[in-house]
């Protein structure tokens, strides 16, 4: 069976990619894009240093700063009146998952009638504007996948969007722009990632392709995570993170994410915990539950993290992942549900809707062991527990 990947047409990857921006446009054929950031990011002024680059070369960059954390159809709707006032043949994404993902939705939907909620998996996006994507979290990857995320305001479901269309043409992967991320992002998108890499690895749709990917993103960020916590101006653990986050969408990408992803986006969508961290709050218990349908495939994973050894058995290697998985959210400080402040008789009530938000999604599927309705709200009853 042939393998199909899909990847951004140009991928620079290092400290001051950001910088070749308007290079990238022109070779692109491309010079009225809009920029579509948050108002933060903004005011951080390093958007100013792309404008006065593309100003260097004559082109002007409007901007777009209505991006909210968790984009919605509202927002993307906000997104796409400013794109239609302007002409503009391109976007440039400049963010964390929210702005790229708002950016990729507006490039899909510039060209299509109806509403986002029509578009929703299984139905497929596949062309759009071109999207030059600069991520500034280490992160989501959404730089080099063909999947956007949007919260449905009438609803609160988390949709999943999925085709060509969304794929960025182009990302400017410049580690430098995450060396402002505090402490609890740099965290939770970190172990976003990871999860990216694991659910790519242990995925029914995993490939020889997104494997040797997968297990290397494992390592550096098991290896490199906490130090990329602890020392914030450690380039060189932002540096392996930002990699690390790229390799991580792109093996999700080409191969899946499973049932972490799955039951995640309901939590965020009903409970506003950010998304990194509702993936946080599900690994360990997820991956206990579904380590005996794939032993060896997490076996794997637990050698590539050096949470085991090549001479353990494979249970015994699968004993250490959960172990070490809760080690490591332990040293994150990843707080549960209740810790995070959500009240247990609010997470009680929507528990058989998140399970079947979480089903349609069609993310569990891919997952080794795949659940039923009741087994997902046993485990998120676990989460709670845990
Ligand atoms: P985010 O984009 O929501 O950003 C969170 C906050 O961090 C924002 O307030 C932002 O201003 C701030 N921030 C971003 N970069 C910063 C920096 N360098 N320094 C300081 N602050 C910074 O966070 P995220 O975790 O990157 O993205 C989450 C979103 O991405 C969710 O909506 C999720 O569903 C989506 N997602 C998409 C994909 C995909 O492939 N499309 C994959 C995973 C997640």
Redesign the pocket.
Known sequence: MTLNINLPRILRVGGGARRELPQVLQSLGVCRPLLVA?E??VA?GQVAVLEEALAGQGMSLRIFSGVV???TTESVAAGLQALAGGEHDAIVAF???????TA?LMAVMATREGALRDYKVPSTLDDGLPVIAIP??A????EV?R???VTDSQTQE?MLCMGLGLMPVAALVDYE??L???YR?TA??GI?SLCHAMEAYVSRKANTFTDAIALTAMATIAGTLRTACSEPDNLAAREAMMLAATQG?IAF?NASVTLIHGMS?PI?AHFHV???LSNAMLLPEVTAWSVGAAPARYADCARAMAMASVEDSDAVACENLVAGLRALCRDLAVPGPEAFGIKRSDWQAVLPLMAEQALVSGSPANNPRVPVAEEIIVLYEKVWAA
């Open positions: 948050d933060f990011m951080q954390p968790d984009p963010g964390g998952g929210s702005a790229m993902d990729k500034t979290t992160g989501t990857g959404s996948t999947v956007a995320v988390k722009l995450t402002s991320m505090p992002l939770d998108t976003d969408g990408s986006r965020g950010p998304h990194g």
